[in-house]
């Protein structure tokens, strides 16, 4: 394994009535693209705020390759907070320009446009943007000194689907220029798209780490059965199937398929809203912390 | 509708309550403009003339004159800057008790001319020795003090509420994430606000100059000088007070509370030459003061550097005092 662009050693993160991040470790090699995962809460925001410097650990520490943060970790870093606001009645290019004055090196504005398909939207006051064309704008703002690490925190909350795809193509092409990216999020499929490693943070701790297929191979054995909480009977419960109660579903995990399908119908569960699937990171969270991810 | 509006208000309420900062700035400043007022404004009425004296104190006992009423009389122990004032007809006579006894009287001033009636009844020998001098018009003297209240508000609420908003907006933290340090930033608002203020004081100084047929007894290089420092100390001190806050609320308040005391402590209005000695004291603490001073001295009496260098010297330091304080204490974003 090649040595770590990034490491976290022992963070911790106390609030006078909480403990927001309690002894997270983990290493990121270059051109890797870590995910933290986790609900609102878990402590992801804050693990990743005090890896870009912006928020102080109450202990632990993050070492840029092998120095504590400092000058060059600034300069070669490109961030994308999870609400940023930018300097009104600036265009986009002015936008950009004005990030790219704070860097010693890194893309023309022009170039940055390009990678983040803004090129038509040069000209436009920044306020005027859509959700997701907002998003390319603050993605191009935090590519402007062409960063060797960057961080995405939670990059797609609140865009619509096919802003999100936009997004993410723009992502995979960034991670194809061997750039090493850090990303919270809670959208499972985003993670499983774009992550070589994940970690699922809750309640401030990682309770599983490694690449999704991975952990998804080691956690289940089984498939998935999917029935909505309204089909299920109380009296089901009772039968001896490894039960998941999510918000609105139920979920049965079983390495006997057919056997699972005849207990279900011999209690007579209706089955017309039943699907079958193999099991993803949501479920892993799920079975991990007994918990959803998403709120 | 009015259920809506109610509701609104309620929680507009809640939140103000709540604030407790700016809660207390609130109850805060009109007490302490009541206070400065009281100050300012107490005592009996002003008299008619006003003499100056030649002396480190007035000794009233030692001759019938000083006990006439209506007079006011001033110990003035400088003879040139007593003379200057007698010039500008902000003194209506100048006395010198020792023996022979003389005075000055400005042969310009109709109030000069009566008061010169009342002290030779008094003292029938004394020695005249004349002055002329074309009053110095209240909007002459105004002049300056105006051009300062609006490089003051200027500065003061220009920087501070801009960069209140960058921080609750998150640019400033967004900035952080950047190598940009404390310094950069701040220096970066000081000179972007300083090219607004001179320019905007400069249309002020030419167009309003025009109007009042205004022109600068002095150095207009050494004014400009002035202004530079004046708005940087200022500007400083503004940056200084939004360091740290979020809320556009407490930082109006704060605000508040530097400007009204500058406005009626600084001598824009009026002068406070006559003023507590206390007074005096707690006006040469604001920076619009020594704006202002020195800014009356080179236009209305044509000082030159060396005159005001100390005015000069004391906005350089609390210029580079108030930005020091305010990069150390300076927050990237809300708490």
């Known amino acids: 394994m090649s040595t770590p662009i990034l490491e976290v050693r022992d963070l911790?993160?106390?609030?006078?009535?909480?403990?927001?991040?309690?002894?997270?470790?983990?290493?990121?090699?270059?051109g890797m693209c870590f995910g933290l995962l986790g609900p609102n809460g878990a402590?992801?925001?804050?693990?990743?705020?005090?890896?870009?410097?912006?928020?102080?650990?109450?202990?632990?520490?993050?070492?840029?390759?092998?120095?504590?943060?400092?000058?060059?970790?600034?300069?070669?870093?490109?961030?994308?907070?999870?609400?940023?606001?930018?300097?009104?009645?600036?265009?986009?290019?002015?936008?950009?320009?004005?990030?790219?004055?704070?860097?010693?090196?890194?893309?023309?504005?022009?170039?940055?446009?390009?990678?983040?398909?803004?090129?038509?939207?040069?000209?436009?006051?920044?306020?005027?943007?859509?959700?997701?064309?907002?998003?390319?704008?603050?993605?191009?703002?935090?590519?402007?000194?062409?960063?060797?690490?960057?961080?995405?925190?939670?990059p797609t909350t609140g865009l619509d689907p096919q802003a999100r795809r936009n997004f993410w193509e723009l992502v995979q092409s960034i991670k194809a220029r061997h750039k090493t990216i850090i990303l919270t999020?809670?959208?499972?499929?985003?993670?499983?798209?774009?992550?070589?490693?994940?970690?699922?943070?809750?309640?401030?701790?990682?309770?599983?780490?490694?690449?999704?297929?991975?952990?998804?191979?080691?956690h289940f054995a089984e498939v998935l059965l999917e029935l909505p909480r309204q089909d299920f009977p109380?009296?089901?419960?009772?039968?001896?199937?490894?039960?998941?109660?999510?918000?609105?579903?139920?979920?049965?995990?079983?390495?006997?398929?057919?056997?699972?399908?005849?207990?279900?119908?011999?209690?007579?569960?209706?089955?017309?809203?039943?699907?079958?699937?193999?099991?993803?990171?949501?479920?892993?969270?799920?079975?991990?912390?007994?918990?959803?991810l998403r709120p | 509708m009015i259920r809506r509006l109610l509701?609104?208000?309620?929680?507009?309420?809640?939140?103000?309550?709540?604030?407790?900062?700016?809660?207390?700035?609130t109850l805060l400043l009109p007490i302490a403009l009541v206070v400065g007022m009281g100050f300012v404004f107490a005592g009996p009425p002003r008299p008619l003339f006003k003499v100056g004296v030649l002396a480190e104190h007035i000794d009233k006992a030692s001759q019938p004159f000083l006990r006439e009423r209506y007079v006011e009389f001033v110990a003035t122990p400088d003879e040139a800057a007593a003379l200057r004032k007698l010039t500008h007809q902000t003194l209506d006579l100048l006395l010198d008790l020792r023996s022979p006894t003389r005075y000055w009287v400005n042969t310009d001033s109709p109030k000069g001319y009566i008061v010169e009636k009342l002290l030779l009844a008094a003292v029938p020998g004394a020695q005249r020795q004349p002055v002329t001098g074309v009053a110095?018009?209240?909007?002459?003297?105004?002049?300056?003090?105006?051009?300062?209240?609006?490089?003051?508000f200027s500065c003061l609420f220009g920087v501070g509420y801009v960069v209140v908003r960058y921080r609750k907006s998150g640019f400033l933290k967004r900035l952080h994430a950047t190598p940009l340090s404390a310094f950069e930033f701040l220096g970066a608002q000081v000179l972007s606000r300083l090219a607004i203020i001179l320019t905007v004081t400069t249309i002020l100084y030419v167009g309003i100059g025009t109007i009042i047929g205004f022109h600068s007894a002095g150095n207009v290089a050494l004014l400009a000088l002035l202004l530079i420092l004046g708005a940087l100390s200022l500007i400083a001190l503004g940056l200084t007070v939004a360091a740290r806050f979020s809320s556009e609320e407490l930082v109006g308040g704060v605000l508040n509370l530097l400007t009204w005391p500058m406005m009626l402590l600084s001598g824009v209005w009026f002068s406070l030459e006559d003023s507590p000695r206390w007074v005096q004291w707690v006006a040469g603490v604001f920076p619009l003061t020594h704006v202002l001073d020195a800014a009356r001295a080179v236009m209305i009496d044509g000082a030159g550097l060396a005159q005001i260098a100390p005015h000069l010297l004391y906005l350089a330091v609390t210029t580079f005092a108030f930005l020091a304080f305010g990069a150390w204490s300076f927050h990237w974003r809300i708490d």
């Not at chain 1, 202990?59 to 300069?75: D, H, K, N, T, V």
């Open chain 2, 7 to 25: 509701s609104v208000w309620h929680a507009r309420n809640l939140e103000f309550l709540r604030d407790r900062s700016t809660l207390l700035f």
């Open chain 1, 185 to 218: 999020t809670h959208y499972m499929e985003e993670a499983e798209l774009l992550c070589d490693e994940v970690a699922i943070m809750d309640r401030g701790r990682i309770v599983a780490q490694g690449p999704p297929q991975r952990l998804l191979r080691e």
């Open chain 1, 12 to 30: 911790v993160k106390q609030y006078p009535a909480t403990t927001a991040v309690a002894g997270v470790s983990f290493s990121v090699p270059p």
């Open chain 2, 136 to 152: 110095v018009r209240y909007i002459d003297w105004l002049f300056p003090g105006i051009l300062g209240m609006n490089l003051m």
């Open chain 1, 234 to 292: 109380s009296s089901a419960r009772e039968l001896p199937l490894k039960l998941l109660e999510a918000r609105d579903r139920i979920e049965i995990t079983t390495q006997d398929l057919e056997g699972t399908l005849r207990t279900l119908l011999a209690a007579h569960v209706p089955l017309t809203n039943l699907r079958i699937r193999p099991a993803n990171l949501e479920d892993l969270f799920l079975a991990l912390t007994g918990k959803e």
């Open chain 1, 43 to 154: 402590g992801k925001t804050t693990t990743i705020e005090i890896m870009e410097g912006i928020l102080p650990a109450t202990s632990g520490e993050i070492r840029y390759r092998g120095e504590l943060l400092g000058a060059r970790f600034r300069e070669e870093a490109g961030i994308l907070f999870q609400k940023t606001a930018l300097q009104d009645f600036l265009t986009v290019r002015q936008s950009i320009a004005l990030f790219r004055g704070l860097y010693s090196s890194g893309l023309d504005v022009d170039e940055v446009l390009k990678v983040c398909a803004l090129e038509a939207l040069a000209g436009r006051d920044s306020r005027k943007l859509s959700g997701g064309q907002q998003q390319r704008l603050l993605l191009a703002i935090a590519l402007v000194n062409d960063p060797a690490v960057l961080f995405l925190d939670e």
